[in-house]
């Protein structure tokens, strides 16, 4: 279990590596939503390792509201505010 | 019984956590923006369903709700990338300038002779 959380650290860490780099608005828009898809499936493996139910909710929660906040950011990247 | 369960959602788990390791390689590898929306969004739903459903496996009580939020997932992650590169194309990004065929001229044609026809018909 522990070997599945180090590969899905090194992916985290290879995005927040494109999302400093990254020369345009909307790189840094495409690592942050796989940051948060990444994310989703990390709280839900953790839920398994620690035994809380609760986990589940909270990844639920956090896929609805990135979604939303992805959407909101396209929006501004297309025709502005 | 519960052990073989145990083992096949250990697998499960463990391919979809490559994937996520190989989306989040393509992200930082790639050379464009289309590039990196192509590999990360593949390889990321892919890869979330696959963990999800792994640990609903595992765990069989919680496999209702697992399931829930991977298809969530697979619905809502393609929608988010394809807005994401509709917005980067209409905001002037360019394409890699190594690339072979470019098809959209034509969409942007099609958006122009769109936009010049609706104020014609509504001056009539």
Known sequence: ?81 | MNSNMEMIGTIITGVGTLFLLLGSLGIYRMPDVYNRVQAGTKCTTLGAFLTIVGVGIMQPEWFWKTLIIALFILISNPISSHVLGRASLKSGIPLWHKRVVNKTEEFEKSEDSEQNKEPKESNK
């Open chain 1, 1 to 81: 279990m522990v070997f599945f959380l180090i590969i899905i650290g090194l992916g985290i860490i290879l995005c927040i590596i494109r999302m400093i780099k990254g020369p345009t608005a909307a790189d840094r828009a495409i690592a942050v939503d796989t940051v948060t898809t990444i994310i989703v499936a990390l709280l839900v493996l953790l839920g398994f390792i620690f035994q809380r139910y609760v986990y589940l909710d909270v990844s639920l929660v956090y896929s609805i509201i990135s979604f939303v906040g992805l959407i909101a950011i396209a929006r501004y990247l297309e025709k502005g505010i």
